[in-house]
């Protein structure tokens, strides 16, 4: 029997959810919670094997669920069910150990499968999620063959952003005098002239 917590914060759709998942003989609904917190709570009654976890919640939201319950509970799987499949939402998910990552909009069956085998150690990602991900890491590679820092991969992505020095160092947390010296270095470091030859490169280079 894989227990259950559904976390979401809209009462409708928790009781819609639960009782699709009652209808698997193999599943049972352990707990109900509205917000990141509260799911938290219910792990440590209930010691559930899945966690459906909506990311946006008020006062404690799905990503910082996710978190505790991740860094106390490591046998507990997180799937995270949502209507968000934007980048910055899957990442913060991703960040957070979250071991699924799925959307509402999928067959009742589908989401059945994917709590199973969640269930089961395998990490579930709908396909869209999926493919941002790995597009990610593929970015991510390609700043490191280019032997690039996270650093001046940043920067670089505010350049692309059309940030100035002043509002980069103010992004980074930076003296301007710093973000200035590391874009010199960036430039000689590819052989490259200017700013905007820069842009270019990481755009032609997939590395933002």
Same mark, same amino acid.
């Given at each position: 029997? %894989?227990?259950?917590?559904? !976390? #979401? ?5 928790? &009781? ?5 998942? &009652? ?14 917190? +509260? !799911? ?10 899945? @966690? ?9 939201? *799905?990503? /910082? ?31 957070? $150990?979250?071991? *699924? /990552? ?10 059945? $499968? $994917? ?27 390609? !700043? ?11 920067? %670089? ?6 940030? #100035? ?13 710093? @973000?200035?010296?590391?874009? $010199? ?5 590819? +052989? ?17």
């Amino acid at each position: 029997m %894989i227990k259950v917590v559904i !976390a #979401d914060d809209i009462p409708v759709l928790r &009781s819609g959810l639960k009782a699709v998942l &009652s209808q698997d003989t193999d599943i049972k609904v352990v707990g109900e919670a509205s917000n990141g917190q +509260e !799911a938290f709570e219910l792990c440590i009654r209930q010691h559930p094997d899945v @966690v459906l976890m909506d990311m946006r919640m008020p006062d404690h939201d *799905g990503g /910082y669920g996710t978190r505790k319950i991740k860094d106390n509970f490591k046998d507990i799987k997180v799937l995270v069910l949502t209507t968000f499949d934007d980048k910055e939402t899957v990442n913060r998910a991703v960040s957070c $150990s979250a071991d *699924g /990552y799925i959307l509402k909009e999928m067959d009742s069956d589908k989401i059945i $499968s $994917s709590i199973k085998a969640v269930a089961g150690g395998i990490n579930v990602f709908c396909d869209n999620v999926f493919r941002s991900i790995k597009q990610d890491v593929i970015i991510q590679q390609e !700043a490191k063959d280019f032997g690039l820092t996270d650093r001046e991969s940043e920067i %670089i992505k505010l350049i692309c952003d059309g940030c #100035d020095n002043k509002e980069i160092a103010a992004k980074l947390f930076l003296a301007e005098g710093t @973000v200035r010296n590391s874009i $010199s270095r960036l430039l000689e470091k590819l +052989e490259l002239k200017d700013r905007t030859q820069l842009a270019v490169f990481a755009i032609k280079n997939n590395i933002v």
